[in-house]
């Protein structure tokens, strides 16, 4: 899913706001939440995977990826 912002007739951002993805017995979810501050943050979750590994390697879900803004204009700025 896209978020586009437009004014005067013109693009001003494209962002992907989430993205599920399945391969080769691996499932991975992209998401964007929206915290109180008007920060949106961008998080990935492993749904499922076939590949196995130790607890201390393993990565963490939920974790923020890229926060960012958008300006007056629409513009996106990254934090």
Known sequence: MFLVNVGDNKVAS???MSNYTCFDGECNYIYTELSE???FMQKD?????DVI???EVQ???GKTGVKFIYDRKGS????
């Open 37 to 39: 501050k008007g920060v």
């Open 14 to 16: 494209i962002t992907r």
């Open 59 to 61: 990565p963490e879900n």
């Open 53 to 55: 590994l130790p607890k």
């Open 76 to 79: 996106l700025k990254i934090l």
């Open 45 to 49: 979750t492993e749904v499922s995977s």
